[in-house]
């Protein structure tokens, strides 16, 4: 048999004469459907190793007046400025930091 998609082999049932092979197929790919919609999905390694990194973000804002992103990554020796600006965003959504525009810069600062 052929490698179908899900979507291919959900197409392929034939639901007047639906076997307790498609059945069970059915009712696994509805089951993985509910858990991601509910939320239940592990969190990959990229996201557990965010935590910590936001972790530190907070801890260091902290312990100054207030920071850009480019001087938050160069601290924590982060990738890329763009990774601390995203890792800001979030912190900033969940009310953990404060954004601060002063002029044209725009400081981070522990809320």
Do not use: C, H, P
């Not at 059915?26 to 910590?52: F, I, P």
């Amino acid at each position: 048999m052929e490698k179908m998609t899900i979507t291919e082999r959900i197409n392929a049932i034939d639901f007047a004469n639906l076997s307790e092979n498609d059945f069970n197929f059915l009712k696994e790919r509805a089951l993985k459907s509910v858990r991601k919609s509910n939320g239940e999905r592990k969190a990959t390694k990229v996201q557990v190793e965010n935590e910590g990194i936001k972790s530190a973000i907070v801890e260091f804002l902290g312990s100054v007046e207030g920071a850009t992103a480019t001087a938050i990554a160069e601290a924590l020796n982060l990738s890329s400025n763009q990774k601390a600006s995203a890792l800001l965003t979030q912190l900033v959504k969940s009310g953990d930091v404060v954004k601060v525009k002063e002029g044209k810069v725009t400081l981070f600062k522990v809320a």
